[in-house]
């Protein structure tokens, strides 16, 4: 094992944990993966976070050949997530309540809140129903996550995409406290949705700000600007 790749283990094993550190994840529901080599790593099956080490992921190819422990039972969609989508590397699925609650209704979270955009459109989709582990499963969560970083899996829980670990971290958080305030908005009754039009705006705004730039519009007058030396 190179140190890069232990270095990576050790990462990923330090998100696992923070998956039950931040309550998205329960006792040994929940699986990972990250890009690698010709293939991918991911958790291994019904191994506890707390235990688990960087030696217990599993190395996987394309071909669903694996070394080691028996990988996770989800991995035909971690598989499958990720070569069909070369813009991310990590895939992370987890059981979270709220994000789970919603889902067990079949239901997808609309733009209620503009941060709904933060997964790539106007809406948060949820996926239909299908045997955990299954191609089925696979095949929804591939619809359902067309365009967007994270999806719902129906009666299932969330799954939730980044480029880095990190960033697979905050979206699952993410999809959480939007579950959660999904939840608590309709005990008032069907919450307003945000009309396409304005999210566009608001996406466009995100996608600027993610090359470091303000969320103003190109050319607004009162844009701050960075002052000048003298």
Same mark, same amino acid.
Request: overall charge negative.
């Given at each position: 094992?190179?140190?890069?790749?232990?270095?990576?283990?050790?990462?990923?094993?330090?998100?696992?944990?923070?998956?039950? &550190?931040?309550? !998205?994840?329960?006792?040994?529901? +929940?699986?990972?993966?990250?890009?690698?080599?010709?293939?991918?790593? !991911?958790?291994?099956?019904?191994?506890?976070?707390?235990?688990?080490?960087?030696?217990?992921?599993?190395? $996987?190819?394309?071909?669903?050949?694996?070394?080691?422990?028996?990988?996770?039972?989800?991995?035909?969609?971690?598989?499958?997530?990720?070569?069909?989508?070369?813009?991310?590397?990590?895939?992370?699925?987890?059981?979270?309540?709220?994000?789970?609650?919603?889902?067990?209704?079949?239901?997808? !979270?609309?733009?209620?809140?503009?941060?709904?955009?933060?997964?790539?459109?106007?809406?948060?989709?949820?996926?239909?129903?299908?045997?955990?582990?299954?191609?089925?499963?696979?095949?929804?969560? !591939?619809?359902?996550?067309?365009?967007?970083?994270?999806?719902?899996?129906?009666?299932?829980?969330?799954?939730?995409?980044?480029?880095?670990?990190?960033?697979?971290?905050?979206?699952?958080? &993410?999809? &959480?406290?939007?579950?959660?305030?999904?939840?608590?908005?309709?005990?008032?009754?069907?919450?307003?949705?945000?009309?396409?039009?304005? $999210?566009?705006?608001?996406?466009?705004? $995100?996608?600027?700000?993610?090359?470091?730039? +303000?969320?103003?519009?190109?050319?607004?007058?009162?844009?701050?600007?960075?002052?000048?030396?003298?």
């Amino acid at each position: 094992m190179t140190d890069d790749e232990l270095i990576l283990r050790q990462q990923m094993v330090q998100t696992c944990r923070k998956m039950n &550190e931040t309550g !998205i994840n329960q006792g040994t529901s +929940g699986n990972l993966s990250v890009r690698f080599g010709d293939g991918f790593l !991911i958790t291994p099956s019904s191994l506890p976070y707390d235990v688990m080490e960087p030696a217990d992921l599993v190395e $996987m190819g394309w071909d669903g050949n694996y070394a080691g422990r028996r990988p996770s039972s989800e991995w035909r969609f971690h598989r499958d997530i990720l070569k069909a989508r070369s813009d991310v590397n990590v895939v992370l699925h987890c059981h979270s309540a709220f994000a789970t609650s919603v889902a067990c209704h079949h239901r997808s !979270i609309p733009a209620f809140h503009y941060m709904v955009g933060v997964m790539g459109g106007n809406s948060l989709r949820c996926a239909p129903y299908a045997t955990f582990g299954s191609q089925a499963l696979s095949d929804a969560a !591939i619809v359902a996550l067309q365009d967007r970083m994270a999806c719902l899996l129906g009666q299932h829980g969330q799954i939730s995409l980044g480029t880095t670990l990190d960033a697979a971290l905050w979206m699952a958080v &993410e999809v &959480e406290t939007l579950a959660r305030m999904y939840v608590q908005a309709l005990a008032l009754g069907e919450p307003p949705v945000l009309p396409d039009a304005e $999210m566009d705006r608001v996406i466009a705004q $995100m996608r600027r700000m993610s090359y470091g730039l +303000g969320p103003e519009d190109v050319g607004e007058k009162d844009a701050p600007r960075p002052r000048t030396p003298g």
